[in-house]
């Protein structure tokens, strides 16, 4: 079956670092991949998203580019911000058997430090 | 609403009781999913609805979990004869179709069985 496979953390940065959280997945047709953040407290909410090979989608100062031929979906940001400390989630789409769900990694916990 | 709402957001229970967990999507989205989270796990799906329609119930654990969504709107997640290894955060997402547009998801619904 589709599944994610995820950097493991925790990560803990300086502000101001550059962050790339690594994400890979195996899939079967075409998925689309998300990257969701969820907040201390908070639920979960879509981050950033691209929907065919070569997209990159951002958001935020935060970029991921849909590169099929290595199938990873690697999460970067040039200078974190204390702000940025949340847990992150890579996912896709799964559609297979008329099925609509999201197949999500374990989560990278990221930490930054002022 | 403004978004998606779940209730209790915290249920503690006795080993052996039922337990009914509730979402209210958001007004108008036609599609509803559940998703279970253990701590520090990603999200795993258990099921979802298009309007009252149960499309895919194949991640429900086993019979002791149903769900339903009798209007098309507001869903009920039930867990029957609790086990503590049901302890987990219990997630309500909706959106509207397809899948690749943004789910939205709730604050969860911490369920503890002692």
């Known amino acids: 079956g589709n599944s994610v496979t995820q950097m493991e953390g925790p990560v803990t940065l300086s502000e101001e670092a550059f962050l790339t959280i690594n994400c890979t997945y195996t899939?079967?047709?075409?998925?689309?991949l998300f990257w969701y953040v969820q907040y201390p407290g908070e639920g979960l909410q879509l981050l950033l998203k691209a929907t065919k090979a070569d997209d990159k989608g951002s958001n935020k100062g935060f970029e991921a580019t849909y590169r099929k031929e290595t199938t990873s979906f690697h999460l970067e940001k040039g200078s974190v911000q204390v702000s940025d400390s949340a847990v992150y989630f890579c996912a896709l789409s799964d559609q297979e058997g008329g099925s609509e769900k999201l197949v999500f990694g374990k989560g990278t916990k990221l930490t930054v430090n002022p | 609403g403004a978004g998606v709402s779940q209730s209790p957001r915290y249920k503690v229970t006795k080993r052996g009781q039922d337990v009914a967990l509730r979402c209210d999507p958001i007004?108008?989205?036609?599609?509803l999913y559940w998703y279970r989270q253990a701590l520090g796990q990603g999200p795993e799906f258990l099921t979802y609805?298009?309007?009252?329609?149960?499309?895919?119930k194949s991640g429900l654990p086993n019979d002791r979990f149903s769900a339903e969504r009798p209007e098309g709107s507001i869903s009920t997640l039930t867990i029957q004869r609790t086990e503590q290894r049901d302890s987990a955060m219990y997630r309500c997402?909706?959106?509207?179709?397809?899948?690749?547009?943004?789910?939205?998801f709730g604050q969860g619904t911490r369920l503890t069985v002692v």
């Open positions: 899939a079967t047709g075409y998925p689309s």
């Open positions: 609805f298009n309007y009252e329609a149960q499309q895919d």
């Open positions: 997402a909706s959106s509207h179709p397809p899948m690749n547009t943004e789910a939205f």
């Open positions: 007004s108008g989205h036609v599609s």
